[in-house]
C-alpha cells in the first residue's frame, strides 16, 4: 500500500510531526487551536537559483525557509503556533531529505514552531520550499505597518548588509580582499541561516507604533512601511549599524553604503517607537542581548524617506530593494 | 517606489483582498480571527507538468489550486474561512495573471473563502500555485480518517474516475472514440475544474464517522483511511457511481475499471456512516442536492481494503493511486 510519497513523509517527516494537532500527518489537515488568540498568517517561498544557490546545503535551506516566515511572526508581535510545508522536489534523494528534515525539526523545536502539516510534490524544475507559518498573538494585539507617527523613533536590531555580503561573496561579485574565514564565514552564515528576532516580538507589542521585518533591503521596506503609515522618515545613513566585515568591505571599497541596505535578506526588524517609550524599549531589548540601534525619526510627509549623509543631504539611490519580475 | 513584483500584488490581487483579515496586503501576516472555532489547516500545490498541463487555462488553473483545498475543508467538516497562495511564475504577463485573478476572485467569493495573502515570486521552472486553507469548526468537531467502525457504510459523492479520464483525452492517451463533444467536456471539464462538496459539510460533521476527500483515486484513499481507522473494507466494484460518459468508455474497451478507481483528482468525498445514521444522512445529501452511493461496508480486519466484482471475489489491483517519487 505505501508508495514512494508516503513513505518519504512517514520517513523524514512524521518524526517531527509530534504537535497533537498535526495529526501524525495521516488526516487531510492538521489542526490549529487558537486558545482564545488571534492567529496570524504569513508565508514566503524559497525558490532555487532565485532565493538561495543550487549550492546550498539543504539543513540551511530548511533553516532559512522557516525563519523568514519566524521573522514575519516576530515583526508582528506574535507567539510561533506551527507551520505547514509546501516542498517540491525533482527527486527524493536520502543525503538531502535526512539533513533537510533534521534541521527542520530542531529549528521548529527551538523556535517552539511545530510542524503541522504539508504538500510534497515533485517538479520538474528547481527546488521549492513553501511555508505558511501561524503565531498567536491576544486579539486585536498583532502590530501593523500603519502605525508610525510623526516624531517616532526608527529603529533596526542586529546589522544590516551582512545577508547580501555574504551572497555576493558566495557568487563571487564580490571578492572579499583582506577577510579572514571567520569573518567570510559570518557574512555568508548571514545569507544562508537568518536569525529571526522572536525573543523581541512580545516588547515590540508593549512599546512599537509600527513594525515589519527587513526582508526585501532597509531603504525599500521602511518606504513601505511609511506608506502603509502615510508618514516620510529621515535616516542617518551613519548610523546604520554595520558589522566588522560589512565596516571592512565598505572601508576598502568593495561594496557600497547604498549595496547594504537596498540589499534584502536581512531579517531583522525595523520598527518605530514613540519617543517617550524609547528608554524603556531599548533596555528591553538589551536585556534580551539583542542589539538595537536607533537610525531616525518619522517625519510628517508624504514623499518617501531620506537617508541623509554626514553633512544632513539627501542621499539618491537607484533601487531601494529586491523585486521578483 | 512600486516595483515589479509589488505593483503585480495591486494590480492584480488587492481588489480580491476585500477580508479584513487580508490588511489589504500591505502587511507582513494577514489575521485571522477564530471566533470561539478550531481552525482546520491544509495546504495543496500544483505544479505544472505534474498537476496539470501546460495547455490548462489560467481561469481553470487558480479554481482547480483553490478547490483541491476546499475539497480538504469540506471533507473535514469545516466551514471555508480565507487562504493564502504563494504564486511561482517564470513571467509576470497580463494575459495570464488577469484571467487567473479574475477565476480566483470569483471562487473565492462563491465558496465564502477570502483570500488573506500570499507571495509571489519568480522562477526559472515550471509555474507553481500552493495555496494553504482555512476553515472552521466547532472546537473538537473536525471529522478525522480514523472514526471508521466495522459494520459502517462506506459512501461516496458524485461519481468516480471522471477526471482522469479528462486528463486521458487532453493527453491523447485515450482516444475517446463514440463520445459527442459535451460528454468530452463533462470529462476534461472534471480534471480541470473539480467540484469541491462544501455543501455537504456540515452534514458530514453531524452523521460521518470518519471522511476525507478522494484525491489520490477511490482504492490507494480507501486504504489510507482504513489503516488509519485500524479496518479494513468490502466494496463492491458495480456499486462504484459512474458518469454516463465513464460508462460510454469503460463499455468500449477505452478504460478499465482499475484505472477509473485508482484514477485520482475526483475530489469527492469519501465518508463512513454508521448504519443507524445512513437514512438521515442519505436524505440529507439528497436534499442538498448532491449524488451519494452507498459502496460498501467496513469490515474488522487488519489487511486492505477488498474490492468485489460482481460474482463475489476480490480484483486485485496493480495500483491503488497516484503517487509523486
Known amino acids: 500500500?505505501?508508495?514512494?510519497?508516503?513513505?518519504?513523509?512517514?520517513?523524514?517527516?512524521?518524526?517531527?510531526?509530534?504537535?497533537?494537532?498535526?495529526?501524525?500527518?495521516?488526516?487531510?489537515?492538521?489542526?490549529?487551536?487558537?486558545?482564545?488568540?488571534?492567529?496570524?498568517?504569513?508565508?514566503?517561498?524559497?525558490?532555487?537559483?532565485?532565493?538561495?544557490?543550487?549550492?546550498?546545503?539543504?539543513?540551511?535551506?530548511?533553516?532559512k525557509a522557516l525563519r523568514v516566515n519566524l521573522s514575519d511572526l516576530a515583526a508582528?508581535?506574535?507567539?510561533?503556533?506551527?507551520?505547514?510545508?509546501?516542498?517540491?522536489?525533482?527527486?527524493?534523494?536520502?543525503?538531502?531529505?535526512?539533513?533537510?528534515?533534521?534541521?527542520?525539526?530542531?529549528?521548529?523545536?527551538?523556535?517552539?514552531?511545530?510542524?503541522?502539516?504539508?504538500?510534497?510534490?515533485?517538479?520538474?524544475?528547481?527546488?521549492?520550499?513553501?511555508?505558511?507559518?501561524f503565531g498567536r498573538v491576544l486579539p486585536g494585539r498583532m502590530i501593523h505597518r500603519h502605525g508610525a507617527r510623526a516624531g517616532d523613533r526608527v529603529a533596526v536590531t542586529g546589522t544590516i548588509g551582512d545577508a547580501t555580503l555574504g551572497l555576493g561573496l558566495l557568487t563571487g561579485r564580490i571578492a572579499g580582499d583582506g577577510l579572514d574565514a571567520s569573518s567570510r564565514d559570518f557574512l555568508t552564515g548571514h545569507y544562508r541561516v537568518p536569525e529571526p528576532r522572536n525573543a523581541v516580538a512580545i516588547v515590540l507589542r508593549d512599546h512599537a507604533s509600527a513594525t515589519m521585518d527587513v526582508s526585501d533591503g532597509l531603504a525599500g521596506d521602511l518606504a513601505k512601511l511609511c506608506a502603509a503609515s502615510r508618514q516620510s522618515a529621515e535616516i542617518e545613513l551613519a548610523a546604520v549599524p554595520l558589522s566588522a566585515p560589512a565596516q571592512a568591505l565598505l572601508a576598502s571599497g568593495q561594496t557600497r553604503m547604498e549595496a547594504l541596505v537596498a540589499g534584502g535578506d536581512d531579517y531583522e526588524i525595523l520598527c518605530t517607537i514613540p519617543e517617550n517609550r524609547w528608554d524603556a524599549f531599548a533596555a528591553a531589548v538589551q536585556g534580551l542581548g539583542v542589539r538595537l540601534t536607533s537610525i531616525g525619526r518619522i517625519t510628517a510627509a508624504s514623499d518617501p524617506p531620506r537617508f541623509l549623509d554626514a553633512s544632513g543631504r539627501p542621499v539618491l539611490f537607484e533601487r531601494l530593494s529586491y523585486s521578483h519580475f
Chains 1, 2 share one sequence.
Not at 33 to 58: N, R
Not at 86 to 112: C, I, M, N, Q, S
Open 1 to 63: 500500500m505505501a508508495s514512494g510519497e508516503d513513505d518519504l513523509i512517514a520517513r523524514y517527516f512524521r518524526p517531527l510531526a509530534t504537535d497533537p494537532g498535526a495529526l501524525g500527518l495521516i488526516d487531510d489537515a492538521a489542526l490549529l487551536t487558537p486558545s482564545g488568540s488571534d492567529i496570524v498568517v504569513t508565508t514566503d517561498a524559497i525558490v532555487e537559483g532565485v532565493h538561495f544557490l543550487p549550492s546550498d546545503p539543504p539543513d540551511t535551506l530548511a533553516r
Open 76 to 133: 508582528k508581535g506574535a507567539e510561533p503556533a506551527g507551520f505547514v510545508l509546501t516542498l517540491a522536489l525533482r527527486e527524493a534523494r536520502e543525503e538531502w531529505l535526512a539533513p533537510f528534515a533534521r534541521a527542520l525539526g530542531e529549528d521548529a523545536a527551538a523556535f517552539r514552531c511545530p510542524l503541522l502539516g504539508g504538500d510534497t510534490v515533485s517538479t520538474p524544475g528547481p527546488v521549492m520550499i513553501s511555508v505558511t507559518a
